[in-house]
DNA sequence: TAGATTGTTAATCGATTAACAATC
DNA sequence: TAGATTGTTAATCGATTAACAATC
């Protein structure tokens, strides 16, 4: 393919700026309900939380959406960076793995409003079939072929316990499935051209752990240091921050 | 502070390294239960799903703790890891927000197999207090202050709807929690020495759907190319992948 | 025109990776 | 000693940031 016959939204944008899209969509939903028409790079990263320089450099890689002087026109820039991350339409998806978890992201509404629609609930666990959550009937996992030929289901939510996951995953992929958002906590296989996402609650509070347990470790080490001082020992070139 | 009397745990470590820290000791957890004794780097990063580099890179943060020609032992470097990121104890954390997900998190055993230990769940609505969630009651919000102040509690996972998330994050702050877990979608401003971490699940989704249009747009380029072709047009050397 | 703000350039910073000397 | 594997170096890559020319 020449990068001429490419259409513009086909292009590579880094990784770190996709991440960030839907933060910036996020802002301008929440700017727009304010009804603010118009607002300059400095709002937008403020209402993100970025800097302002991130920002404009994160959207010179879609185009030039803005105007010199004036600033971004929200409702427009909005419906450009949905049309890129296509988000300007709806996405069917399943939940796989009917837990506590995923009972809760079935009811979570910040699917739905982002254009996610949830099309079935499936549970490895026969004697789940029939439950109803959120409005939805569980169904058998065997189901998974047919939810996904008739829906067009390219994502699927993964909520099952580790030791399942492998191949959970494994169905899926052979369902059709190209995009897994998995909740359990493993390292998974897949062939190339899908992708996997991982949310892993507790890995995030580990990362807190440590940094809490460094605050309360730097806090002894100054106490020592005092008391090192205290004795008369001299700071050097090695003194850090 | 010199170096010289920072304790080596205290010393400066890159992010992405404190990140993957958790995914190693899971993996090392694996190992161990398999009853693995020892590993070579090139094991460890197949079961953490990182590169042999990449993992020798990011211990070499902490000490050394292998042998060369020989490999690390497995329980030895857990356990180096472990004190490392403060998880060789146990944290208490309180759960704000008692909704869907505040429950799944309650009945979530990933934190307490991993030394997170929920002390108490607190929720703004009076109604709720005394419903009984994963053995524990709920509690009016107004607890806090006691709760944090009676299990030394530092850390909060924060399960709120959006509108009230900063609101709750002050008193959270107030009440002397330093880390916050916020798996509400919005931009939170905190004292410094505060750490924020935030797990947002439809942005995971979002990034998806961004990669899944874009293999769809590929193919339509492709495919769209293949007609160009077809009629006679040449491939220069802008060609792209 | 003067003031404001974008889009881009170039410098800096941090993370990844391959290669290999050190050493068991 | 020979083979294996770590810990470290140096090169590369990608992301962030500040500064500013372009332009409304």
Redesign the pocket.
């Known amino acids: 393919m020449t990068a001429r016959s490419m259409p513009e939204s086909a292009r590579e944008i880094?990784?770190?700026?996709v991440a960030?899209l839907p933060v910036y969509l996020r802002a301008l939903t929440a700017l727009s309900e304010a009804g603010t028409a118009t607002?300059?790079?400095?709002?937008?990263a403020v209402a993100a939380g970025?800097?302002?320089?991130?920002l404009?450099?994160?959207?010179?890689h879609l185009?030039?959406?803005?105007?010199?002087?004036?600033?971004?026109d929200v409702d427009y820039l909005r419906h450009q960076i949905a049309r890129f991350t296509g988000l300007n339409h709806d996405w069917p998806v399943v939940i796989v793995g009917i837990g506590n978890l995923g009972q809760a992201l079935a009811n979570y509404s910040g699917f739905s409003s982002r254009g996610f629609h949830v099309v079935a609930l499936l549970d490895a666990d026969r004697e789940r079939a029939g439950e109803e959550i959120a409005g939805l009937p569980v169904r058998p996992l065997a189901d998974i072929e047919s939810v996904v030929a008739r829906h067009g289901v390219t994502i699927g939510v993964m909520a099952v316990p580790t030791h399942a996951a492998q191949t959970v995953a494994d169905r899926m992929v052979a369902a059709g499935i190209t995009s897994i958002l998995n909740f359990a906590p493993s390292v998974l296989s897949v062939p190339a051209g899908v992708n996997v996402r991982k949310v892993d609650m507790s890995i995030e509070l580990q990362i807190l752990a440590y940094h809490e347990q460094r605050k309360t470790l730097l806090d002894q080490a100054r106490g020592a240091d005092q008391v090192a001082t205290d004795l008369g020992e001299v700071a050097t070139e090695e003194e850090v921050s």
Do not use: I, M, Q
């Open positions: 880094p990784e770190a700026t960030r607002c300059s790079s400095e709002d937008l970025v800097n302002s320089a991130k404009r450099k994160d959207l010179s185009g030039s959406y803005g105007t010199r002087g004036v600033g971004y």
